[in-house]
């Protein structure tokens, strides 16, 4: 259990590291404070813990990752997190960015390709007991049995927004999600403002792991 142990050690690489995303113009103080709350070293192996407060993305097995703090902040402010907003996340990869959005208050719902990430993280958030519904499958399709949802977060490089993820959005409700080519990645904003209006604003370039299934990479 000694990996679930957060020390006052670690409380100041959360700060320095806060202090970092903070200057790189994060602004949200809900966000950085949530970034402090959390201690990420619970998400890593062992072999990695060491470089848990560095902001840098790091292997979490599969070949997948846990995002660099900065892009886990900028994507939640973007997504304006509300208290009781239900959150479709698709790429739960560790449950660090899920659980961001649960100590947000946001009902999270979050979905994984990857069945043995998908087993791991589930044992693991039960172990942390942090509770937020959790399903194995492919989320370009989102997830639409749950839908519709007040925010959708990619956190998965796409070649295009898939209108399903629209579709299952609520009206006035946001999509993050990074698109381009598999190297990298625009931010994109959008915005349902009706059911035939949606309003897109673009920001900076991000490289995420690839979005596979339907919707995604093939
Ligand atoms: N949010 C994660 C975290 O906090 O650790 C990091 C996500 S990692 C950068 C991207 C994740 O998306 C990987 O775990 C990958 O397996 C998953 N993924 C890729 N394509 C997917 C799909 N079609 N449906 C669901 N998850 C997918």
């Known amino acids: ?3 679930l142990q957060d020390t006052y050690l670690h409380k ?10 903070r200057e ?9 404070d949530a ?15 060491s470089h848990a407060y560095e902001d840098k993305a790091f292997p979490i097995g599969e070949g997948q990752t846990i995002s660099q703090p900065y892009t886990v902040a900028f ?9 009781g907003d239900k959150i479709l996340e698709i790429g739960t990869g560790s449950g660090y960015q899920g659980t961001i959005l649960h100590i947000l208050g946001a009902e999270v719902y979050s979905i994984e390709y990857q069945k043995k990430l998908y087993e791991r993280t589930r044992k693991f958030l ?20 749950h839908a519709p949802y007040d925010k959708i977060l990619v956190t ?9 993820l629209i579709r299952q959005l609520k009206i006035g409700g946001i999509l993050v999600i990074p698109v381009g080519d598999r190297s990298s990645q625009k931010m994109l904003k959008l915005t349902k403002q009706s059911n035939t209006k949606v309003v897109k604003e673009e920001f900076d370039s991000f490289a995420f792991v690839p979005l596979l299934g339907k919707d995604g990479w093939k």
């Open 75 to 83: 994507q939640t402010e973007l997504l304006e997190v509300k208290e």
């Open 12 to 21: 100041g690489k959360r700060k320095a590291l806060v202090k970092t995303i």
């Open 35 to 49: 970034i402090y709350q959390l201690p990420r070293h619970f998400f890593f192996d062992s072999a990695l813990v």
């Open 156 to 164: 998965a490089g796409a070649p295009v927004v898939p209108n399903e």
């Open 24 to 32: 790189k113009g994060i602004k949200d103080e809900r966000v950085l």
């Open 1 to 3: 259990m000694l990996r």
């Open 126 to 145: 039960e172990r942390l007991g942090v509770s937020f519904h959790l399903f194995q499958g492919d989320g370009s399709k989102g997830l639409p049995q």
